[in-house]
């Protein structure tokens, strides 16, 4: 029923760009927090940005100046804007959604961007 389908993610060179989408359903997008985390080859999780059901985003240091992260409730969709991008950003990204009073959310399946010349 509660579904989050990525897309966007692919191969681009060093300093290009790249718009990363979430397409969910099954629950009441408008009111829950979303974020992106992303995962490198042998690397732990990390959360790269998210967007509170108000609309306030913050972002990791690395990707603050670069990343854009919005979200369209008509839509029920959340966006990553990436731009020049850099190797180190080679990862699969995954969305999250989680209500602010729940203990946890629901994950996507993740979409690869490599960043690669």
């Known amino acids: 029923q509660v579904q989050l389908v990525e897309s966007g993610g692919g191969l681009v060179q060093p300093g290009g760009s790249l718009r990363l989408s979430c397409a969910t359903s099954?629950?009441?997008?408008?009111?829950?927090?979303m974020r992106w985390y992303r995962q490198g080859p042998g690397k732990e999780r990390e959360l790269v940005a998210t967007i509170t059901s108000g609309g306030e985003s913050n972002y990791e240091d690395s990707v603050k100046t670069r990343f854009t992260i919005s979200r369209d409730n008509a839509k029920n969709t959340v966006y990553l804007q990436m731009n020049s991008l850099k190797p180190e950003d080679t990862a699969v990204y995954y969305c999250y959604a989680r209500w602010a009073l729940a203990t946890s959310g629901h994950w996507g399946q993740g979409t690869q961007v490599t960043v690669s010349s």
């Open positions: 099954g629950f009441t997008f408008s009111v829950y927090d």
